[in-house]
């Protein structure tokens, strides 16, 4: 399973940092990255980062306002989150697996809460 910290309270427009750490390197088609579920919503991909090439994926609503980033020797990725808006709110899933397929493994999900 994967280990995620960070997220908690912010104001719009503000900023959170979460990261992701794995027990062990991914297989190298793999990503590790994010997806989000708001309240009485479906879960819905946010951002991820490939493995073994370094490129990266952002969803429409988050580009140019998240970054993810990894350090591959901790086995984890970041997710910085600027400009943040309150429909950013929701539970924050950590996962790996192939882009675009159900992942594998994930996270036990963490709560980010954006107020106006």
């Known amino acids: 399973q994967l280990e995620e910290t960070g997220g908690g309270l912010a104001q719009a427009g503000g900023s959170l940092r979460l990261s992701c750490t794995a027990p062990r390197r991914p297989y190298t088609d793999y990503v590790m990255g994010w997806y989000r579920q708001a309240p009485g919503q479906d879960r819905v991909f946010v951002a991820a980062f490939s493995w073994s090439g370094g490129k990266t994926y952002y969803a429409n609503p988050v580009e140019g306002r998240f970054t993810i980033s990894r350090d591959s020797a901790k086995i984890t990725v970041y997710l910085q989150m600027d400009s943040l808006k309150v429909e950013d709110t929701g539970v924050y899933y950590c996962?790996?697996?192939?882009?675009?397929?159900?992942?594998?493994?994930w996270g036990q999900g963490t709560q980010v809460t954006v107020t106006s």
């Open positions: 996962g790996a697996g192939l882009l675009g397929s159900e992942w594998d493994v």
